[in-house]
């Protein structure tokens, strides 16, 4: 088994989750890239290689269960473990306030719950045997404060006007899945815990977002590396909570 810490980090091919994998490097964590294009993958990781992170990619489209199960094996067999599950890759096709539950189609409803949820329980579900190998597993379910139902509920709230209904709407159903998680992983050295970046410049964040992307792979990296007396089944923003 290796001696060293190993990262897994969905959609680590730009973005957060290449930041993210980039800081976690930074502190000798060993970094497997998963990326749906290989291509893409290879080239962030050999980015990192020449900033002196032991980084490699994988082949990883989330939503393709031949490829989780590839990288389950891959892993397996090469590390015996698995420290770090980082449940980064997601998407949003739906404008930001578009306010758009009575039209919002099936399709981009699947699509996105496809994506955002379904697959991050199904990544997780997989490499669970791996992260029980681990001393201290932490698994970090990258969600949103678009995703808090008290937030869209509560008038004058910072997002109160900003609603999505399929993004929001997965990224809630993500955060049930790390609170029911949590609870039953009681007991075991395992911690899974909910990540708001904020909001961010990215692909997804846009040009308009306040934040770059070297503060916004923070929090992603502080719940990855909590210590034992660290929070499990809670959601975060730089260390603060956010409500459910
Ligand atoms: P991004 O730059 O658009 O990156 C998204 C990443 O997810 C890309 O690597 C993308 O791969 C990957 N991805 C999408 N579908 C995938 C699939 N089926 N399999 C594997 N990878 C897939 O967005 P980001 O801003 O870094 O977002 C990262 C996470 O932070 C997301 O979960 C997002 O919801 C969350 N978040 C972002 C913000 C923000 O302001 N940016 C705010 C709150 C939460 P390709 O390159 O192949 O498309």
């Not at 290449?18 to 000798?28: D, I």
């Not at 189609?105 to 045997?129: I, P």
């Not at 503060?215 to 007396?229: N, Y």
Request: avoid cysteine; proline fraction near 3%.
């Amino acid at each position: 088994m290796s001696t060293k810490k190993v990262a897994l980090i969905s959609g680590a091919n730009k973005g957060i989750g290449l930041e993210t994998a980039r800081q976690l490097g930074k502190q000798g964590i060993t970094i497997i890239l998963g990326a749906r294009d290989l291509s893409k993958g290879e080239q962030a990781a050999t980015q990192l290689k020449k900033e002196g992170i032991d980084a490699q990619a994988i082949k990883f489209d989330v939503v393709n269960a031949s490829d989780i199960k590839a990288a389950v094996d891959k892993i397996g067999k090469e590390f015996g473990k698995l420290d770090i599950l980082i449940n980064n890759a997601g998407v949003m096709s739906e404008p930001i306030g578009g306010n758009n539950s009575s039209t919002v189609s099936e399709d981009t409803l699947r699509k996105t719950f496809d994506t955002n949820f379904f697959s991050a329980v199904a990544v997780t579900q997989a490499f669970l045997l791996l992260l029980k190998k681990s001393d201290a597993g932490r698994i970090v379910n990258v969600s949103s404060i678009l995703g808090s139902l008290t937030l869209h509920a509560t008038e004058g709230s910072p997002i109160y006007e900003a609603k999505a209904l399929a993004y929001d709407a997965s990224k809630s159903a993500l955060n049930a899945f790390t609170v029911h998680l949590a609870h039953e992983l009681k007991g075991t050295r395992i911690k899974v815990n909910s990540a708001h970046p904020g909001w961010v410049k990215t692909d997804m964040g846009t040009d308009a977002a306040p934040m770059n992307v070297v503060d916004g792979a923070k929090t992603e990296v502080e719940l990855a590396t909590l210590g034992p007396d660290g929070p499990s089944g809670g959601f975060f923003h730089m260390g603060e909570p956010i409500s459910w």
